[in-house]
């Protein structure tokens, strides 16, 4: 008889080694997003690039063009990316976690918001995937959502993910010391830096 357990982790095993032959970091965020369906029973999520001033969703799952103006996208820039620099692991964003933070009545709103736009009992997690070590709190931060159930067994099945899916993407950073929109983002903010001398 087959152990679910050895199954889950030979498909973890199996999706982390898949994302390191893609071939760049556009292959492997679609990868991610999408194909970690096989593994969780998550139904939607999205990646966030957070390395530099301004962050910016980079995938959403099920869509091959992310539209920034999307209501999603909206919603998940006005609730999510005032989180990025709390993020240190996975965390699940609910009211207890927000009411401990400093500007807690803005994203309370944000929150309930965000709830009005989903099923009844969506569960969102965000999963930092940063190299090993690294004091940045996140280079990418992993958005995933659950519209029903969600318990333990998923969350360490998603943290299993992260680890291989965060060395793959430093891996593909590592290859050419920056990517293309990391190199089009230190140029934006050179010209930003010389129009404020």
């Known amino acids: 008889m087959d152990d679910p357990r050895i199954n889950v982790l030979s498909s973890v095993i199996r ?3 898949d994302s390191f032959k893609r071939k760049d970091l556009t292959e492997k965020i679609t990868h991610l997003i999408n194909s970690s369906k096989a593994v969780s029973s998550y139904n939607r999520s999205c990646l966030i690039d957070n390395r530099g001033f301004n962050p910016k969703i980079i995938g959403i799952s099920g869509e091959s063009v992310v539209n920034q103006s999307s209501e999603y996208s909206l919603c ?4 999510i990316f005032p989180l990025l620099l709390e993020i240190d692991k ?3 964003v609910n009211n207890d976690f927000i009411k401990e933070l400093k500007y807690a009545k803005k994203l309370s709103v944000a929150y309930e918001k965000y709830l009005s736009l989903n099923p009844t009992g969506t569960t969102i997690l965000l999963i930092p995937l940063c190299q090993a070590g690294s004091k940045n709190l996140g280079n990418f931060i992993w958005v995933v959502e659950y ?5 333990e067994v998923e969350k360490n099945k998603i943290g299993l993910l992260a680890q291989s899916y965060s060395e793959s993407l430093q891996c593909s950073i590592n290859k050419t010391g920056k990517d293309d929109s990391m190199e089009k983002r230190k140029l934006s903010k ?3 830096w010389l129009g404020v001398f």
């Open 15 to 17: 999706l982390g080694h």
């Open 76 to 79: 998940i820039k006005e609730l």
């Open 90 to 92: 996975i965390t699940e």
């Open 147 to 151: 519209f029903s159930s969600f318990n």
């Open 190 to 192: 050179s010209k930003i």
